[in-house]
């Protein structure tokens, strides 16, 4: 370890908070560009049950009408 | 009854090969392969990726020692660098992708050229604003329309013309083939990039990591730095694949694959 405590390691001579900025807004935009697929497909997976479900009622009354 | 004879002997060896490449591109075109293979090099790649995106950054921002002219805030090379080199690498991907689609007519290279593009961006902008925030203490200046920056900010320009591009068509095949010619006209800009630290005067550091001659960078800080690469490339990949599973259930969502899926689940 470079850093003494975990103060030096928040300050980092001055640059901490330009240091920390950078890696805060990186991981950021990296957790929203994994997130964002994961909930684009539950999403339509929930659609694409509903739409089975659907059909499936469908079925069941044809042919209780029949 | 013909027979090709010695001639057909001596081209087996180079036809088997032959005939599993095809099978294997055949494959790729192959929208439940490619769900169901993505799915699972996903529930491995991601952990490693995550792994050894944490790992690089705890060692390049606590265990290197600060650069002997910009202190500290030098760290920020640890994302700044992965970050631009996967942005470029990405849009080769996009740019290939988009030249298959449009010459091949494959589906599934549409599908990953259209998935590129967000991820892309995403790491363009993440290059941009690391690289504005690292040039406030080292050159004193947030921005300034320097040759690499500006060229870094027409690839995020770039990107995001590819989305637009494809949403402002509604005849989706258009759209594509419209996006594809975008890309690979945009790869004009590539190595424009690369050269911009040497054409032209810039504030921005020549790079350090060199594969000819001798890299500027010790050591000690460069491993750190590789490995950061290393975990961009395959979150990269991560993205990329996820995006494109959605977009291949949402295209397949009438076929009987996808609904013996949904109906399993």
């Known amino acids: 370890m470079y850093f003494d405590s975990v103060a030096a390691v928040l300050a980092m001579d001055g640059h901490g908070p330009y240091v920390w900025a950078a890696y805060g807004i990186t991981l950021l935009v990296l957790a929203q560009l994994l997130l964002w ?10 659609e694409l049950r509903g739409e089975v479900r659907r059909r499936e009622a469908v079925k069941t009354n044809s042919v209780e009408t029949s | 009854m013909y027979f090709p004879g010695p001639s057909f002997e001596r081209s087996e060896t180079p036809s088997i090969i032959a005939a599993a490449m095809w099978t294997f591109f055949h494959k790729l075109g192959s929208p439940p392969w490619l769900y169901t293979i993505s799915g699972q090099i996903l529930r491995w790649l991601l952990p490693a990726a995550l792994l050894a995106l944490v790992v690089g950054m705890c060692w390049g921002l606590l265990f290197t020692a600060p650069d002997f002219r910009q202190g500290n805030s030098y760290r920020i090379i640890y994302i700044h660098v992965p970050a631009a080199v996967v942005a470029l690498g990405g849009y080769y991907i996009m740019a ?69 591009l494809y949403e402002a068509y509604d005849n989706k095949v258009a759209a594509s083939r419209a996006c594809a010619v975008l890309a690979l006209v945009g790869t004009v800009n590539i190595p424009i990039i690369y050269k911009s630290v040497d054409w032209w005067y810039s504030l921005h550091q020549p790079a350090s990591i ?29 993205a990329l694949m996820a995006n494109m599973r959605v977009t291949i259930l949402d295209r397949e969502r009438r076929t009987g694959w996808v609904r013996r899926l949904v109906e399993e689940s």
């Open chain 1, 37 to 46: 697929p994961a909930r684009r497909l539950k999403r339509l997976r929930r």
């Open chain 2, 96 to 164: 290939i992708a988009g030249a298959i689609s449009l010459i091949w007519k494959m589906k599934m290279a549409d599908i990953a050229m259209l998935a590129a593009a967000p991820v892309g961006a995403a790491l363009t902008f993440i290059a941009l604003v690391t690289g504005s925030i690292w040039g406030k203490p080292t050159w004193g200046t947030w921005w300034v329309w320097d040759a690499r920056i500006t060229s870094m900010l027409i690839l995020l320009f770039l990107y995001l013309g590819v989305m637009a």
């Open chain 2, 210 to 238: 060199k594969f000819t001659g001798g890299s500027t960078i010790d050591p000690s800080m460069l491993y750190p730095l590789l490995l950061c690469i290393v975990a961009f490339y395959a979150l990269f990949a991560c």
